[in-house]
C-alpha cells in the first residue's frame, strides 16, 4: 500500500521561506507523477507543482514560477517543494500526490488542469503566510 507523509509546514511572514517534504513508501509502480496540490478555505484544490519520476523538467503553477521548486531524492523516496518569496496568497493546506503515469504529460495535466482524486494523497501540511 502507497504511504505519503508530509511534513514542514508551519507560519510565516511574507517573503519568508519554507520548505515541504514528502515521504513515499510502498510504491508498486516504476514510473509516475509526484506532485503538491493546495487548496485554501472556500477554494477549489489546485496543482502547485509536478515532476516525472523518470526525469525531465517539473511543472509549475503560474501563480508560483520562479518562487516554488520542486525535487525528488529518489534515495531518500522523498520529493522536496522549496517555496521563496511566500505571500499571503499561498496560505493553504499542501497535499503531497503520487500516481503511475505512462509519460510526463500526465504530471504537466496535473498543474493545467482541474484535478480528479486518482492516486494516493498525503494527509496534508498547512502552511501559513502573514502579511
Known amino acids: 500500500q502507497v504511504q505519503l507523509v508530509e511534513s514542514g509546514g508551519g507560519s510565516v511572514q511574507a517573503g519568508g521561506s519554507l520548505r515541504l517534504s514528502c515521504t513515499v513508501s510502498?510504491?508498486?509502480?516504476?514510473?509516475?507523477?509526484m506532485g503538491w496540490f493546495r487548496q485554501a478555505p472556500g477554494k477549489e484544490r489546485e496543482g502547485v507543482a509536478a515532476?516525472?519520476?523518470?526525469?525531465?523538467?517539473?511543472y509549475y503553477a503560474d501563480s508560483v514560477k520562479g518562487r516554488f521548486t520542486i525535487s525528488q531524492d529518489n534515495a531518500k523516496n522523498t520529493v522536496y517543494l522549496q517555496m521563496n518569496n511566500l505571500e499571503p496568497e499561498d496560505t493553504a493546506m499542501y497535499y503531497c500526490?503520487?500516481?503511475?503515469?505512462?509519460?510526463?504529460?500526465?504530471?504537466?495535466?496535473?498543474?493545467?488542469?482541474?484535478?480528479?482524486?486518482?492516486?494516493?494523497w498525503g494527509q496534508g501540511t498547512q502552511v501559513t503566510v502573514s502579511s
Open positions: 515532476v516525472y519520476t523518470d526525469g525531465g523538467d517539473p
Open positions: 510502498g510504491l508498486t509502480y516504476r514510473s509516475g507523477c
Open positions: 500526490r503520487t500516481d503511475a503515469a505512462p509519460t510526463t504529460l500526465v504530471c504537466m495535466s496535473w498543474v493545467y488542469e482541474r484535478p480528479n482524486d486518482f492516486g494516493t
